[in-house]
T-cell receptor, first 113, second 112 residues
Framework: DGGITQSPKYLFRKEGQNVTLSCEQN?????MYWYRQDPGQGLRLIYY???????QKGDIAEGYSVSREKKESFPLTVTSAQKNPTAFYLC????????????FGNGTRLTVT | DAKTTQPPSMDCAEGRAANLPCNHS???????VYWYRQIHSQGPQYIIH???NNETNEMASLIITEDRKSSTLILPHATLRDTAVYYC?????????????FGKGTKLSVKP
């Protein structure tokens, strides 16, 4: 079945370490996105990419980095510069065409201590 | 800030219709209304979207008022599996899908 795979489901890291979250899609979608969700809050956009080798900052990009070397992959690195990295991270993709809806993965819950 | 206003929570009896309201009084002429839902600890799931006409699909119906300042998502026969947080979002035509602003949504509890 086509979909978006985020791994791992749960991730634990020590403060000061960089960590990379994986996102892979086999939907042949052009656009991919990363969101952050904190308890009881809505989603906030971190980065997005509309084509391979190109990406743009979202509302809360500080302390994060991404790459888009392949159409199907959009990994997110949470760097040590991110002040409050503990959160639920969601990856999404879309065809990138007008009105095409987002398809989300099931998220990675990152805990940094 | 979110451009929509939704009640924080609602209850619905199993088998009954669930009607979830959304206010988007500042919506522009080229902005679409989207609905997503999020079941606990999972990613959001797309439900339906519309511009000005009412829309229906296998999951739900979307009723948009004539002045487009509010809408209602209708789940015709709610089941326990419909318990989730429902997000109403407006998106401008031509804008990046990533610029969707997810607010806090409505937590729908379907009770037996």
């Amino acid at each position: 079945d086509g979909g978006i795979t985020q791994s791992p489901k749960y991730l634990f890291r020590k403060e000061g370490q960089n960590v990379t979250l994986s996102c892979e899609q086999n939907l042949n979608h052009d656009a991919m996105y990363w969101y952050r969700q904190d308890p009881g809050q809505g989603l906030r956009l971190i980065y997005y990419s509309q084509i391979v080798n190109d990406f743009q900052k979202g509302d809360i990009a500080e302390g994060y980095s991404v790459s888009r070397e392949k159409k199907e992959s959009f990994p997110l690195t949470v760097t040590s510069a991110q002040k409050n990295p503990t959160a639920f991270y969601l990856c999404a993709s879309s065809r990138g065409q007008e009105n095409s809806p987002l398809h989300f993965g099931n998220g990675t819950r990152l805990t940094v201590t | 800030d979110a451009k929509t206003t939704q009640p924080p929570s609602m209850d619905c009896a199993e088998g009954r219709a669930a009607n979830l309201p959304c206010n988007h009084s500042t919506i522009s002429g080229n902005e679409y209304v989207y609905w997503y839902r999020q079941i606990h600890s999972q990613g959001p799931q797309y439900i339906i979207h519309g511009l000005k006409n009412n829309e229906t699909n296998e999951m739900a119906s979307l009723i948009i008022t004539e002045d487009r300042k509010s809408s209602t998502l209708i789940l015709p026969h709610a089941t326990l599996r419909d318990t989730a947080v429902y997000y109403c979002i407006v998106r401008p035509y031509g804008g990046s899908q990533g610029n969707l602003i997810f607010g806090k949504g409505t937590k729908l509890s379907v009770k037996p």
